[in-house]
């Protein structure tokens, strides 16, 4: 398995700002992703992100908004810009083991948008 | 639109219980299927996988599910639940097609076991 650490692990900020959201693996992973987990509902994938390459959004999520960087197989930030309280929500890190081609998370960021 | 859909949003049960979850998908292709847990305070685990051969997968803590291809179906069970049970379980969807990255969760259960 693999261990990942996120950080921040909580934060509050203020509508209009911008936060970055740092996720780091103990291993080499090729792939990460990062997930919304919004109050009282499940888990959705913003985009997947693969070092080397740009990110892949899915819909309704855009770079501008969520701009995300990978610059090392080990690391990866995602940005979410000019919050509003529709952002509030937990960020999820997640890499998808080379070997065992399992999808380990990491223990969220909760961001209140105020 | 690809989708999971998990029966139960809550589930109470007494210790020593049986405990079954649904979990139905939509989508005709091949699929890996998971379930993951996250306990109060925990941040998600993976519990059990299918990905091919018997259908009948065992997990960690007595868990096991069984994949229905016919019903698009990966139910959770165990046979005796206990209170450190006591979690919200998502089941999740990886459509082949797409790769080994996307996975689809379902909404999830919370399951409280009562002693």
Redesign the interface.
């Known amino acids: 398995s693999a261990v990942i650490s996120q950080k921040p692990s909580r934060d509050i900020c203020q509508r209009g700002t911008s936060l970055t959201i740092q996720c780091q693996v103990d291993s080499q992973v090729t792939?990460m992703?990062w997930y919304r987990q919004q109050p009282g509902?499940?888990?959705?994938?913003i985009a997947?992100a693969n070092q080397g390459s740009e990110a892949t959004y899915?819909s309704g999520f855009v770079i501008d908004k969520f701009p995300i960087s990978r610059p090392n197989l080990t690391f990866s930030t995602l940005t979410v810009s000019n919050m509003s309280p529709e952002d509030s929500s937990i960020y999820?890190c997640?890499v998808?083991s080379d070997i065992s081609?399992?999808?380990?998370?990491?223990?969220?960021t909760r961001l209140t948008v105020t | 639109a690809q989708s999971v859909s998990q029966h139960n949003h809550h589930v109470i049960l007494s210790e020593a219980a049986s405990l079954e979850l649904g979990c139905n998908y939509s989508y005709g292709g091949t699929v890996n299927l998971f379930w993951y847990v996250q306990y109060p305070g925990q941040h998600l685990q993976l519990l059990l996988k299918y990905f091919s051969g018997d259908p009948l997968v065992k997990g960690i803590k007595g868990f096991e599910a069984e994949f229905i291809k016919s019903k698009f179906s990966f139910n959770l069970r165990k046979p005796s639940v206990q209170w450190s049970d006591t979690a919200e379980y998502f089941c999740a969807v990886n459509p082949l097609s797409g790769g080994y990255n996307k996975l689809i969760f379902g909404a999830g259960t919370r399951l409280a076991v009562h002693p």
């Open positions: 792939m992703f509902q499940s888990l959705t994938l997947t899915e999820l997640s998808l081609y399992e999808q380990y998370f990491g223990p969220g």
